[in-house]
């Protein structure tokens, strides 16, 4: 986990409120209680040495069930993403992007892992050499369009066979398919969550990957 990867999650699951007039100065990240909650102890650590002030790990009822979130309240580390990193508080969803001064391979690779791990996922699907899903694609889903041009880009400039495509549900799909783009995407990119370190190693481990399995029961098969 670097500051690179953290302004990928923040693009992606992040959110600024920054109020001066009611003093509100909130940065918050989401994520999946089942799955994120490992992950979100790295971005924790992350957070307090950028800041020697610890955020908060919650568990939030929404809509849907239950919802995780870190939160930091402190106006010196909003005013630094806002000012310096350059990302932007309040709604962002239809237009966030990539600062241009990250557009640089040597710090887009982590701004595109933690993206990934924000708004994207592995999966395999069913091949017809076994029964069980064996053929890895990775996908990142974003209502950005500048966003998913822009990872488009990145990707397509590294040689990466990288799709582009407007979804049913006004959003863009970018992604990549089979073993061997895989196998390029954890050479220069990489994962940065246990959730997503863990299918991939079950995958290469087994050869397939196991449905429906959980975080837990991929570390005990993994004896991790």
Known sequence: MNIHEFIGLMI???????NQKNKTYRMEI??????DQLYF???????????????????????????????LNNKKFVEFLIHKIGLPYGKKTFTIFIPE?????????HILRGIFESD?????????VIKYPSYPRIEIRTSSKKLAFQVFKLLKNRNFKVHIMKTKYNDFKI??????????????????????????????????????????QRR?????
């Open 12 to 18: 992606g699951d992040g959110c600024i409120l920054y």
């Open 41 to 71: 102890e790295e971005i924790s650590k992350l957070v307090y040495k950028l800041t020697n002030k610890p955020p908060w790990i919650i568990i939030k009822k929404e809509e849907k069930g239950y919802g995780l979130r870190l939160i």
């Open 175 to 216: 992604y990549l398919s089979g073993e061997i783009m895989l196998n390029k995407w954890i050479k220069e990119i990489g994962f940065g969550n246990i959730n997503t370190i863990t299918k991939y190693n079950l995958w290469k481990k087994l050869g397939y990957y196991i449905p429906k399995i959980t975080l837990n």
């Open 220 to 224: 005990k098969l993994l004896k991790v």
């Open 101 to 109: 001064k990250f557009l640089r391979w040597n710090y887009a690779k």
């Open 30 to 35: 989401a994520g999946d209680v089942k799955q």
């Open 120 to 128: 994207g996922s592995l999966y395999f699907s069913k091949s017809k």
